[in-house]
């Protein structure tokens, strides 16, 4: 097993925040630009941090991709043999207790692949294979999204969401199906429920799904254009967005009047959400582009980069007061991690491509009030 992150003081200007970065392995740091980390809390609540780590030694032509705890063990590692450069590992999602991995390979002189998925529970010691698939174009897969009940996964026309057995599935959402022609983005699972943005031509809101509901609009408003949400995000107790109103005809994500956060109770009901909406401030420069500017939610706050304004937004959700940090080329904010309630974790842009850094939230000093 790979040994534990170990974390070192940020360099450069900080802002005086208290902020560590993971400390990289030695070596050239080729391939860097593919890991991409994701964030998960344990039951304990503890933080867990799903990475690669790229070479293992100076030289070396392999990488481990890793699920461990922020500051304890390592709980899962696979190890990527690089001499094979057809057979990719692609990317790997942990969320509520579940692991999954993405792996593929292309035919030799064909457009064609195999895909398939290694997951079970973090901390296994075996992930098996849980499901595969040949496919004719490689645009027709892309890893889903996991919860502690679903498995979400696009595949050509469709999102589809399958129980863990992988013996039933039911559609989410048939891309051919919306009624103005939007196609899904980000997923968010929590336990059975289901929500992700949905976007096209500078239109833009928010869906949810369960199985006893099916498919409904969460925070969408179908025929008018002047108005849209996205960046949504949650931890199973409330929903954070960026609501965005006022838009003049033909204008695009970023041309909305005013941009603002907007707090909600975590439910999979429209009625529910629209009624008990709350703004909490405004977003200067506001875009509805979700990607990394989507929101992360956890112990009353939340948190998001603004790329449009080179800086990481951290809301207050009990008061609507938050703290805007700007980029430097110490901290090149890239997207938000998740949040604990001591801290709030950061993907920045590094010499050799992605880093870690995680910002102690009482160290963010003073912050804006509510507007």
């Known amino acids: 097993m790979p040994p534990p992150i170990e974390w070192v003081p940020c360099t450069g200007e900080t802002h005086g925040l208290d902020c560590r970065v993971a400390k990289t392995l030695p070596g050239n740091g080729l391939d860097r630009d593919t890991f991409r980390p994701s964030f998960a809390l344990n039951a304990s609540g503890k933080p867990v941090l799903s990475f690669t780590r790229f070479p293992v030694a100076p030289g070396s032509r392999v990488r481990h991709w890793i699920v461990a705890e922020a500051d304890g063990p390592v ?26 991995l993405s792996i593929s390979e292309i035919w030799a002189g064909s457009s064609a692949y ?84 949905v976007r096209g031509g500078g239109n833009s809101g928010i869906l949810s799904w369960d199985p006893e509901n099916g498919l409904r609009p969460l925070l969408r408003w179908y025929g008018d254009r002047t108005r849209g949400a996205s960046n949504f995000g949650t931890d199973g107790k409330v929903m954070v967005w960026t609501y965005g109103e006022g838009k003049p005809p033909g204008g695009w994500y970023h041309d909305f009047a005013q941009f603002s956060t907007m707090v909600a109770p975590f439910t999979t009901d429209p009625e529910v959400a629209q009624s008990q909406a709350m703004r909490l401030r405004s977003e200067p420069e506001g875009q509805l582009v979700g990607g990394d500017e989507t929101y992360v939610v956890g112990c009353g706050y939340a948190a998001h980069v603004s790329r449009r304004g080179s800086f990481l937004l951290i809301v207050n959700l009990s008061d609507g007061s938050a703290w805007s940090i700007p980029t430097t080329p110490g901290l090149l904010w890239s997207y938000t991690l998740g949040l604990t309630c001591d801290e709030v974790f950061v993907v920045v842009s590094g010499k050799y491509g992605r880093d870690i850094v995680r910002v102690r939230l009482d160290s963010l000093g003073t912050p804006l009030p509510p507007d």
Not at 170 to 194: A, C, K, N, T, Y
């Open 75 to 100: 709980l899962n590692a696979v190890l990527e043999p690089r001499f094979h450069a057809a057979c990719t590992f692609e990317e790997a999602l942990i969320n509520e207790g579940k692991v999954v």
């Open 114 to 197: 195999d895909h398939m998925y290694l997951a079970g529970s973090i901390g296994d010691l075996r992930l098996p294979v849980v499901r595969y698939q040949k496919m004719v174009d490689p645009a027709e897969m892309y890893i889903g999204a996991v919860s502690s009940k679903l498995y979400l996964e696009r595949y050509k026309s469709s999102l589809t969401a399958f129980d863990w057995t992988f013996s039933t599935s039911q559609v989410v959402f048939p891309m051919l199906g919306d009624p103005e022609g939007l196609i899904p983005f980000e997923r968010r699972l929590v336990g059975d429920s289901v929500f992700f943005p």
